[in-house]
């Protein structure tokens, strides 16, 4: 009778534990984060707000506020449009996602919403307005990175593994696009998955018993908690192992990894998209 008053005891104190909530990194908020609207000089006019806990959106009175904060400047895969930097995302009460696409031009920062009904509904004609920044210092930054971007911009063409900075700039390496795509076979018919689009973290070194892989991660846009992966490649070996979790496909396992590396590789997965 006292195990299972004790088990009870220990579910309930499971359900009332607090749930764990992402937020914005530092550096993130600090580039991107303060106040936007689409007139900055009338306190009146539609406003966006982007804290380190929180994406709002104002307009008329009325606000709504989304957490679970997260950046994705993978977001638009291989194919991001002209000026972008980052895709934030946030989730508010009733489902709804509250999605900021930031993005610099010759003049400074801007936002552009992607407004499902809620917040269409709550901006109106200003769901299709460009939200620019009210800080001038992020603004006179944005555009200079804008400038420096478009006077020297980097080729679409091949690069190497070691200059790659994430998944999609990864798949321009020939010898990683040959072999991911080898152990992908039928699945490679997924567009996420060919093209490891949607949100990820930035490519990072790992080592693992003498052999230097690099860590990529990704995942399928607007789905990232049931459709992601996590691979290990090498490139002095020509190695690549990974795990594919599907919500209907379960898992799928890349490349045969030996029992060694498969251990790692699920340390590193649940530390991506089971710790948030």
Known sequence: MRWIQSAGWLAAAALLAPAV???LPAD???QFGGTYATDCTRPDAPRLRITADALTVEQGGRRLSGGQTQAAYAYFGNSPPPGYQVALLGEAPGKTSLVF???HDRTGQFINVEADRQVASLLGASATAKFRSCDADHNA???REYAQANASK???GPITAEAASSPPELLRNAEFKALYLKALGPKAKERWLARLEGPAPALKKHKLQSVEYTVVSACQPHDCGDNNLVLLYAPAQGQLYGKIYE???GTTWLGDPPPVVKAEIE???RTEWRSR
Do not use: D, Y
């Open 101 to 103: 696409i930031v993005s």
């Open 21 to 23: 909530r992402a937020a």
């Open 267 to 269: 340390k590193l997965w």
């Open 28 to 30: 993130v908020v600090g």
């Open 154 to 156: 980097s080729p679409s």
């Open 247 to 249: 919500l209907n496909g």
């Open 141 to 143: 930054r944005a555009a």
